[in-house]
T-cell receptor, first 109, second 113 residues
Framework: KQEVTQIPAALSVPEGENLVLNCSFTDSAIYNLQWFRQDPGKGLTSLLLIQSSQREQTSGRLNASLDKSSGRSTLYIAASQPGDSATYLC????????FGTGTSLTVIP | NAGVTQTPKFQVLKTGQSMTLQCAQD?????MSWYRQDPGMGLRLIHYSVGAGITDQGEVPNGYNVSRSTTEDFPLRLLSAAPSQTSVYFC????????????FGPGTRLLVL
């Protein structure tokens, strides 16, 4: 069974800082990896999808990378803003998606 | 497009009662799934479907039933609710079994007393 770990569980940074969120997994036989954002009491919003054949994807201030050989993915957020405060989840797999428990990000104005 | 919709938004049940959580999508996606989200445990897959008439179990299927008679709808049935089923339930869909962005509904908060 795929095990997905996200460290740290919580992160607090001042506005404007660049930051990296980490996601590690145990089984490299994946089809794709997806990063989500979840606001309190809300559903999940997709941020980026990386296919297994890809190394990274970019959308605006977000960049996600995938290294299957080391079992790691990172989500880079540039010039963080208070509106980025949320929980960030990574999920990977194919038929069955396995989620990490998330990193709760707080950006302090 | 409405995307993925779920009803109800919130429900309180007594132990032993049954109910159906509704999920619908209007994106013509083949793949649909149900997750539960519990504090400290992340999202866990309950059941999934790769197309109309095809369903399979996920990581935590016990106590739940599903069926997929149409592409659009994927209801989740709790046969005899237990306090351990208190959770937030999310429905999701994606274009096909292995590809595409997964889209989530807003969730249903279920409290079993």
């Amino acid at each position: 069974k795929q095990e997905v770990t996200q460290i740290p569980a919580a992160l607090s940074v001042p506005e404007g800082e660049n930051l990296v969120l980490n996601c590690s997994f145990t089984d490299s036989a994946i089809y794709n990896l997806q990063w989500f954002r979840q606001d309190p009491g809300k559903g999940l919003t997709s941020l980026l999808l990386i296919q297994s054949s890809q190394r990274e994807q970019t959308s605006g201030r977000l960049n996600a990378s995938l290294d299957k050989s080391s079992g790691r993915s990172t989500l880079y957020i540039a010039a963080s803003q208070p509106g980025d405060s949320a929980t960030y989840l990574c999920a990977l797999g194919g038929n069955q998606f396995y989620f990490g428990t998330g990193t709760s990000l707080t950006v302090i104005p | 497009n409405a995307g993925v919709t779920q009803t109800p938004k919130f429900q309180v049940l007594k132990t032993g009662q049954s109910m159906t959580l509704q999920c619908a999508q209007d994106m013509n996606h083949e793949y649909m799934s149900w997750y539960r989200q519990d504090p400290g445990m992340g999202l866990r897959l309950i059941h999934y479907s790769v197309g109309a008439g095809i369903t399979d179990q996920g990581e935590v299927p016990n106590g739940y039933n599903v069926s997929r008679s149409t592409t659009e709808d994927f209801p989740l049935r709790l046969l005899s609710a237990a306090p351990s089923q208190t959770s937030v339930y999310f429905c999701a869909s994606r274009p096909s079994r292995l590809d595409g962005t997964q889209y989530f509904g807003p969730g249903t908060r279920l409290l079993v007393l």
